[in-house]
C-alpha cells in the first residue's frame, strides 16, 4: 500500500523555470522525505523535514509541510536539465517501529 | 564498500523457480528495508528490519515471499515459486537511526518468464 499521492503525475518545464510538486498522506506521521530518482537507478534522498517544522531549505530546495492538510510540496527553482528524474514523497510513520511508506511519484523532464 | 551493495543486479528466473536477493547494508546501519518498484511506480514496502527482529512484514504480497537479516547485517529476501506478477525491481535500502534518511542499493531486477 502506498499512503501518499503525488501530483502532478508528471511534468514538463523549461529549464530555469521552477517546478513544483506536492504529496498528500493519509496518517500521522514522524517525519517527510523527499526522494530522487533518476531512470534503472536506486532512489537519493533529497530533504527530511519533521512533523512539527512547517518549512525546510537546502540549496535549489524547498519544501513546506502542512500538517493540518497532510499535505506537503517541493518547490525546485531554476531548474535543469540535470533534474529530470522521477520525485517521490515518503512518510514516516510509528507502527510500533518507524517504517517508511513512499508515495507513486511525480516525473520531471526538464528541456533544455 | 561504502554504500548500499545489493546481488545479483539483473536475475532472470523460469516461473516456479526459487530465487534469493541478498543485501549488504551500509555498515552499522541498524534499519533495513526491503520495497518492490514495478515500472513507472513508486516503491512498494514490503518489509522492514530493526537489527535482526523483522518489525513488519505487512507488506510482503503472499507467503512465497521470506526476509530474514539472522545476524543484524545481511539481509536476504527469498521468492519461492516464482510467479511472473513477480517481475520488478527489488530494492534494499538502510538507515543509521529508525526515522531517518534511507540509504538505498541499485537494486536487483528479477525477471520471471
Known amino acids: 500500500s502506498q499512503q501518499g499521492e503525488e501530483d502532478p503525475q508528471a511534468l514538463s518545464i523549461q529549464e530555469g523555470e521552477n517546478a513544483t510538486m506536492n504529496c498528500s498522506y493519509k496518517t500521522s506521521i514522524n517525519n517527510l522525505q523527499w526522494y530522487r530518482q533518476n531512470s534503472g537507478r536506486g532512489l537519493v534522498h533529497l530533504i527530511l523535514?519533521?512533523?512539527?517544522?512547517r518549512e525546510k531549505h537546502s540549496g535549489r530546495l524547498r519544501v513546506t509541510l502542512d500538517t493540518s492538510k497532510k499535505s506537503s510540496s517541493l518547490l525546485i527553482t531554476a531548474s535543469r536539465a540535470a533534474d529530470t528524474a522521477s520525485y517521490f514523497c515518503?512518510?514516516?510513520?510509528?507502527?510500533?517501529?518507524?517504517?517508511?511508506?513512499f508515495g507513486a511519484g511525480t516525473r520531471l523532464f526538464v528541456k533544455a | 564498500g561504502a554504500g548500499v551493495s545489493q546481488s545479483p543486479r539483473y536475475k532472470v528466473a523460469k516461473r516456479g523457480q526459487d530465487v534469493a536477493l541478498r543485501c549488504d547494508p551500509i555498515?552499522?546501519?541498524?534499519?533495513l528495508f526491503w520495497y518492490q518498484q514495478a515500472l513507472g511506480q513508486g516503491p512498494e514496502f514490503l518489509t522492514y528490519f530493526q537489527n535482526e527482529a523483522q518489525l513488519d512484514k505487512s507488506g510482503l504480497p503472499s507467503d512465497r515471499f521470506f526476509a530474514e537479516r539472522p545476524e543484524g547485517s545481511v539481509s536476504t529476501l527469498k521468492i519461492q515459486r516464482t510467479q511472473q506478477e513477480d517481475s520488478a525491481v527489488y530494492l534494499c535500502?538502510?538507515?543509521?537511526?529508525?526515522?531517518?534518511?534511507?540509504?538505498f542499493g541499485e537494486g536487483s531486477r528479477l525477471t520471471v518468464l
Open positions: 523535514i519533521r512533523s512539527n517544522e
Open positions: 535500502a538502510s538507515s543509521f537511526g529508525v526515522a531517518g534518511e534511507l540509504f
Open positions: 555498515s552499522g546501519h541498524v534499519s
Open positions: 515518503a512518510t514516516v510513520v510509528d507502527t510500533g517501529g518507524f517504517k517508511t511508506i
